[in-house]
Nanobody, 133 residues
Framework: QLQLEESGGGLVQPGGSLRLSCAAS????????IGWFRQAPGKEREGVSC????????GYADSVKGRFTISTDSAKNTMSLQMNSLKSEDTAVYYC??????????????????????????WGQGTQVTVSS
């Protein structure tokens, strides 16, 4: 059974940090493009950050560049999202997802994220991140 399980969400004050983790089971993360997405109340789901298969390329939404960092741990078969300098507008449910993009081309890292959001075959259940004082 292919599964992703997120952890690490919670309540944090503006300017604070959180680290989200996503553990994969039933498959190897390194074989797929992976990414983090979020959905705020009343808004559409959006790409936050992605890594191509093998880790050769990363992409970040403009709103999180310089604040968020995506990474993977092959030994643990996990992916993480380090979120620093959090803002109230980062409040959302965060999801990890994976997909096979080997048949596709993209021009930018952000384009890769958009492609992955449509092609992802496995999604986590989501973890709530709330940034509030």
């Amino acid at each position: 059974q292919l599964q992703l399980e997120e952890s690490g969400g919670g309540l944090v004050q503006p300017g604070g940090s959180l680290r989200l983790s996503c553990a994969a089971s039933g498959f190897t993360l390194d074989h797929y493009a992976i990414g983090w997405f979020r959905q705020a109340p009343g808004k559409e789901r959006e790409g936050v950050s992605c890594i191509s298969e093998g880790g050769g390329e990363t992409g970040y939404a403009d709103s999180v560049k310089g604040r968020f960092t995506i990474s993977t741990d092959s030994a643990k078969n996990t992916m993480s999202l380090q979120m620093n300098s959090l803002k109230s507008e980062d409040t959302a449910v965060y999801y990890c997802a994976v997909g096979d993009l080997r048949e596709y081309d993209w021009a930018t890292g952000q384009a890769m994220c958009a492609l992955l959001m449509g092609q992802a075959g496995v999604w986590g259940q989501g973890t709530q991140v709330t940034v509030s004082s």
